[in-house]
């Protein structure tokens, strides 16, 4: 499935490579800060992102970061690179970002053992890899395209790890045991921004 994002987005790129507008000759600085719904099965969140690089004739390189909210709170930081096209009078942008996601710190949450013994445990994140792929399109203002709105699929990595108790009968003992869960998060990304 990814695979056919992929080829669907680079055949776009290539499509309207040849007409794009920004043609100057040096290269030029660029921020695109953005305020995202992330969507997914089970939840609605939100991400907010700083990106910002170095842009020539539509190729923009650079590197961003974010505060994402979906379910467990991170920090992505990550490389970015992007492509502007023209494909029938539509300003688009095809990208991609690829980094770490930041997570860590230890939380006490509520850990009910049975219905008559309320506890707690503490859980341990760490964070893993981040992903995007996505396509936006620019609206011109003032004859330059400020205004981005994006659609993209995202995936950030984490894993928590946390103590639970499991007790043998056979010696009448009871063991720790260290439980480690690693979540890969798929979302889809809404998402308007404005380039500087």
């Known amino acids: 499935m990814a695979n056919r994002r992929i080829q669907f987005f680079l055949l776009l790129a290539m499509l309207g490579s040849s007409a794009v507008k920004a043609q100057q000759k040096k290269w030029k ?5 953005e305020a995202g719904k992330l969507i997914a099965a089970s939840d ?4 907010y992102r700083l990106n910002a690089g170095l842009e020539k004739k539509g190729l923009m390189l650079g590197l961003g970061g974010a505060a994402d909210l979906y379910r467990f709170q991170s920090y992505p930081v990550y490389v970015q690179a992007r492509k502007a096209f023209v494909f029938r ?21 509520s850990n009910w053992n049975g219905w008559w013994r309320p506890s707690t445990r503490d859980v341990t994140y760490r964070g893993g890899a981040y992903a995007e792929l996505g396509l936006a399109h620019a609206v011109s203002i003032r004859k330059k395209h400020r205004l981005h709105f994006s659609v993209s699929w995202v995936m950030k990595s984490v894993q928590e790890t ?6 043998n009968p056979v010696d009448q003992t009871t063991r720790t045991i260290t439980n480690q869960v690693k979540y890969n998060l798929h979302r889809t990304a809404l998402r308007v921004g404005w380039k500087f």
């Open 89 to 109: 009078k539509v300003n688009g942008t095809v990208f991609s970002s690829l980094g770490y996601n930041l997570k860590s710190g230890t939380e006490t949450i």
């Open 29 to 33: 600085p660029w921020v695109l800060p």
């Open 44 to 47: 609605f969140s939100t991400d």
């Open 162 to 167: 946390y103590p639970s108790s499991i007790w």
